[in-house]
């Protein structure tokens, strides 16, 4: 998969050298580029914003940098000769969800485009929307001073998607949000070595060897977990694919 993102800070995407996505370009996995706005400007200052039509505070971030940093991106040929998604992050946008997640895993080419200040002129996100598949994602209802941050998130969610990325397959099967039989549930407590710590024992029930119990305790303590701190998940909840998820087990 190609990740092209766009910043006026560069330095702040260093994180995707690290760990998880760092491996997976050093592995070949991930081809990532990272360009800096600022080398699509003309004047003396590098400028990038400037002020909003019709008042208010704050800056707007210019249309002809971000128009003449994609077209050159999207110019230089993605894998699978296919056109890259554009994913836009804003507090605005569609929250970003793990379907979501899995749906920009499977696209070869994301092209991200954070932003500063109060956002991008609109009419570069009409311009592509018109050419190209553009999301606008929220990762949260809470405004940060950017969008490199929601960047990181998206792209450490997206990576360890990819196959052969993540180390045992299996990992994610029962992750909190994912697909499946645990589908709409947070994922339980998790135990390892020693089997006393401070005083404080693991449920007896791990160490039974009996898998159907096992089964149920984890999906009874998903349960409560998920009611205590997402409770709205539980409307949406699926009972019947619970009940088939013990009798698998
Ligand atoms: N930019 C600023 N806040 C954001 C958020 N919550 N999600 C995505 N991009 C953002």
Redesign the pocket.
Known sequence: MRLDVVTIFPEYLEPLNVSLVGKARARGQLDVRVHDLRAWTHDKHHTVDDTPYGGGPGMVMKPEPWGEALDEIVASGGPEAQPPVLVV???S?RP?TQELAVELSLAPWLVFT??RYEGIDRRVIEDYGDRFDVRE???????????EA?VLVMVEAIARLLPGVLGNAESHRDDSFAPGVMADLLEGPVYTKPPEWRGHEIPEVLVSGHHGRIARWRRDQALARTAANRPDLIERADPEAWDKHDRAA
């Open positions: 992050p804003t507090p946008g970003f954070p932003a994602v929220s990762i949260g209802d809470y405004v940060l001073a950017g969008g929601p």
